[in-house]
């Protein structure tokens, strides 16, 4: 069963940075590549950022630049450094284990991170 809890989010000013942090609770972490996912209000679920097993990184053409993936397969976490946040950040932010594609995904969603940027 797949697992995962995201943490670090909040409100940050435009410029601002955040770290998020996803801790999954998967016997075979290292294995999985993990998704960062985001929704804002109205709009649908998007693909941020992903990191495969082997430590390739996959980046939305919105955040190329200003987003880095990483993770620490010792501490069975992902997380996702957001620097020069936009007022368009702003969005429930999640992450889930990928699945045949980055469009699908292997557990549940849970109730992710809210990150609000000010202008």
């Known amino acids: 069963q797949v697992q995962l809890v995201e943490s670090g989010g909040g409100l940050v000013q435009a410029g601002g940075s955040l770290r998020l942090s996803c801790a999954a609770s998967i016997r075979t972490f290292s294995n999985y590549a993990i998704g960062w996912y985001r929704q804002a209000p109205g709009k649908q679920r998007e693909f941020v950022a992903g990191?495969?097993?082997?430590?390739?990184?996959n980046y939305a053409d919105s955040v190329k630049g200003r987003f880095t993936i990483s993770r620490d397969n010792a501490k069975n976490t992902v997380y996702l450094q957001m620097n020069s946040l936009k007022p368009e950040d702003t969005a429930v932010y999640y992450c889930?284990?990928?699945?045949?594609?980055?469009?699908?995904?292997?557990?549940?969603w849970g109730q992710g991170t809210q990150v609000t940027v000010s202008s």
């Open positions: 990191i495969s097993s082997g430590d390739t990184t």
């Open positions: 889930n284990a990928k699945g045949a594609t980055w469009g699908r995904v292997l557990g549940s």
